[in-house]
């Protein structure tokens, strides 16, 4: 008789086949369009669109072109502008929501948003701030201004709409990071003299590395390549790097070109990934080796006792 698959074998086994249709979805959906996308950026541009198949760096060369500096460079501070101030306002959030009763309807209102297309958001923030929208009339009504504030389609209002279309991204992971800390560690550090920010920034901040870490790069990444927000709510000076993919795909019809914008959000992704993970593991190790410091000292001081 054969002899009966081993627990260990067998659940191995079956975590193989529960995995095969992910792995073949990530595969055909993920890294096989990658690929084409790094083979594309080394190819030459076809004369009308697409490309042809000569190993070249001209498309890597077109980058250096000063314009398209200036474009990577605005994308960069506008989106860590707005990825700062994402994460400074979701931290206040979510430690209040850490510390509510009502934790459900305040996840419920957060989320919210997210079953309304995000194009009908963004058309409702051009309503409010448009020269003859609801807030310039407020104020013309209020006699605060007697005509229109140029409110749109410049740069603040470009970090406006992204910090408001992010700004979840960043208030769930440090909602849930925050919510597993400690808050009795807070009344310790002021028993012991420090005041309410000094103990939440030196004391809850090391604490929650892990959360701010993701808050980060969750809103930073999508920030880095966002496109409709720059499109409709920014000016001629508002172009990011996320229109000038759309732009070489579609208007000049330059793949390569735009392949090789697309490698830089993936490598920016990737280096904010793999962040996120060292930082994760930092953390998970520090923790393990505190618990296991505390635990020699307890054995110490048991054999202690015991000698005595």
């Known amino acids: 008789m054969k002899k009966a698959m ?13 995995s095969f249709p992910m792995g073949i979805w990530f595969t055909v959906f993920f890294t096989v369009p990658l690929a084409i996308i790094i083979l594309y950026s080394f190819m ?3 004369l009308y669109g697409g490309v042809e198949k000569a190993f070249t760096l ?23 502008l707005s990825t700062i101030l994402c994460v400074l306002i ?14 459900t309807l305040l996840l419920f209102l957060i989320i919210i948003p997210f079953w309304t297309n995000s194009l009908i ?3 409702a923030w051009i309503s409010i701030l448009s020269t003859e929208g609801f807030l310039n009339s407020l104020l013309i009504r209020l006699g605060i ?45 002021r028993d012991l003299g420090a ?62 070109l735009a392949s090789a914008f697309s490698m830089i959000l993936t490598l920016v992704s990737l280096i904010g990934v793999f962040w996120m993970l060292a930082s994760a593991q930092k953390e998970a190790t520090g923790k393990k080796q505190n618990t296991l410091q505390a635990y020699e000292q307890k054995v110490k001081a048991h054999h202690g006792r015991s000698r005595r």
Not at 90 to 103: D, F, L
Not at 206 to 217: D, E, Q
């Open 6 to 18: 081993r627990p260990a074998k067998r659940e191995q086994l079956l975590g193989t086949l529960y």
């Open 44 to 46: 030459k541009r076809g």
């Open 58 to 80: 001209e498309a890597y060369r077109q980058m250096i072109n000063p314009s398209f500096a200036k474009v990577l460079v605005r994308t960069l501070w506008i989106s860590m």
């Open 90 to 103: 979701a931290i206040p959030v979510g430690y209040a929501m850490a510390k509510s009763r009502h934790q």
């Open 121 to 123: 958001r963004i058309y």
């Open 145 to 189: 201004v007697k005509e229109g504030l140029h409110l749109i389609y410049n740069n603040g209002s470009v970090i406006l709409v992204l910090v408001y279309m992010y700004l979840p991204f960043a208030i769930l992971p440090l909602f849930t990071t925050i919510d597993k800390f400690d808050f009795f560690l807070l009344d310790a550090a």
């Open 195 to 256: 005041t309410k920010l000094e103990s939440i920034v030196k004391v809850m901040f090391p604490n929650i590395k892990s959360g701010l870490s993701t808050a980060f790069i969750f809103t930073f990444i999508p920030i880095f390549g966002a496109y409709t927000v720059p499109l409709l709510v920014g000016g001629k000076d508002s172009t990011m790097i996320g229109n000038i993919i759309v732009d070489q795909v579609s208007k000049t019809r330059n793949w390569p």
